[in-house]
T-cell receptor, first 116, second 116 residues
Framework: AQSVAQPEDQVNVAEGNPLTVKCTYS??????LFWYVQYPNRGLQFLLKYITGDNLVKGSYGFEAEFNKSQTSFHLKKPSALVSDSALYFC??????????????FGGGTRVLVKP | GAVVSQHPSRVICKSGTSVKIECRSL??????MFWYRQFPKKSLMLMAT?????????EQGVEKDKFLINHASLTLSTLTVTSAHPEDSSFYIC????????????FGPGTRLTVL
């Protein structure tokens, strides 16, 4: 079984300050980890993924995430948040030992509110 | 541009009627697509995995006779909500599997279903 936990329902940050959205995971095989962002009444947009290699992954819109195997974490970060980053963020995991058609498991989501 | 489309984007129907939602893969022949349901301010719940040319695989607790999935071609999967009731009102999102074992899923823009 695989699972994802996003411990914060909401994160508030002032524009220009660093943004961190936390994610921890559990998977039996190799973790394939993903971050998606969702704007109101829209589908999910892919931000970045960790498959293998460097633990620090850079993605779209200035976001990055750090894979930490010992802490089973994959926290999303942005050095300087923008008001336009306000959205719902989802962390997801898939078992890398399985085929591409294998399902993702999502965390509960974290709402980010960036105030001017 | 978008690689997965959904139609309609929103639909309102009367209780007891059936509603069909289409999900198209625009850039890739997808043998596997996924259907999710999202409640307000909640995470995505995987409903079923849609397999081209074979029966869909439903998640535990999802009524397959109520949520009919047809994946008749490599670019089209449909979800039909049969005899819809107000409790079926939700945001339905489809996705297609990645093109390789390390690829992310690509999501459609979602369909807002309101059952009166």
């Amino acid at each position: 079984a695989q699972s994802v936990a996003q411990p914060e329902d909401q994160v508030n940050v002032a524009e220009g300050n660093p943004l961190t959205v936390k994610c921890t995971y559990s998977v039996s095989g190799n973790p394939y980890l993903f971050w998606y962002v969702q704007y109101p009444n829209r589908g999910l947009q892919f931000l970045l993924k960790y498959i293998t290699g460097d633990n620090l992954v850079k993605g779209s819109y200035g976001f990055e995430a750090e894979f930490n195997k010992s802490q089973t974490s994959f926290h999303l970060k942005k050095p300087s948040a923008l008001v336009s980053d306000s959205a719902l963020y989802f962390c997801a995991v898939r078992d890398g030992f399985k085929a591409a058609g294998n399902k993702l498991t999502f965390g509960g989501g974290t709402r980010v509110l960036v105030k001017p | 541009g978008a690689v997965v489309s959904q139609h309609p984007s929103r639909v309102i129907c009367k209780s007891g009627t059936s509603v069909k939602i289409e999900c198209r893969s625009l850039d890739f022949q997808a043998t596997t697509m996924f259907w999710y349901r999202q409640f307000p301010k909640k995470s995505l719940m995987l409903m079923a995995t849609s397999n081209e040319g074979s029966k869909a695989t439903y998640e535990q607790g999802v009524e397959k006779d109520k949520f009919l999935i047809n994946h008749a071609s490599l670019t089209l999967s449909t979800l039909t909500v049969t005899s819809a009731h107000p409790e079926d009102s939700s945001f339905y999102i489809c996705s297609r599997a990645g093109t390789s074992g390390t690829s992310e899923q690509f999501f459609g823009p979602g369909t807002r279903l309101t059952v009166l």
